[in-house]
């Protein structure tokens, strides 16, 4: 599988594998997605970031973004990426599994062991 990436604004599905899938997600100054209802009951997330400054906050707690940071969101932690900085934040997520129709919609949880939010 092959896909060339756009970073067009928002989050967007880039490619799905029957055990991972690829998104990239575009915020802008002063933008968020996510938040303390949001969370992935069957999905493990890792987020990098290519561009940009930001923070994560996990749980309520905070953890600072920049470009080159690679973070994991265990499933069923809830959380909110916001862009703290003045320039556009340009990320690549990585689902396993899947966690997303290809419209961006939420698949329901997968069958494993889930952490209660």
């Known amino acids: 599988m092959r896909r060339q990436l756009k970073f067009t604004r928002g989050f967007h599905v880039a490619l ?3 055990r991972t899938q ?17 969370f992935h009951r069957g999905s493990d997330q890792w ?3 290519l ?5 994560a ?3 309520g707690r905070s953890r600072p973004l920049k470009a080159g940071t690679l973070l994991l ?3 069923g932690v809830r959380h909110e990426v916001r862009n703290t ?4 934040m340009k990320t690549i997520n990585v689902y396993s599994p899947p966690a997303y129709r290809k419209d961006g919609e939420p698949l329901p949880p997968g069958k494993g062991k889930v ?3």
């Open 16 to 18: 799905t594998h029957a």
């Open 51 to 55: 561009e940009g400054t930001g923070k």
């Open 85 to 88: 900085g003045e320039t556009v």
């Open 73 to 75: 969101i265990e499933r």
């Open 115 to 117: 952490r209660s939010p």
């Open 57 to 59: 906050v996990l749980d």
């Open 47 to 49: 987020l990098f970031v």
């Open 22 to 38: 690829a998104a990239t997600m575009n915020l802008a100054p002063g933008g968020k997605e996510g938040g303390p209802d949001n």
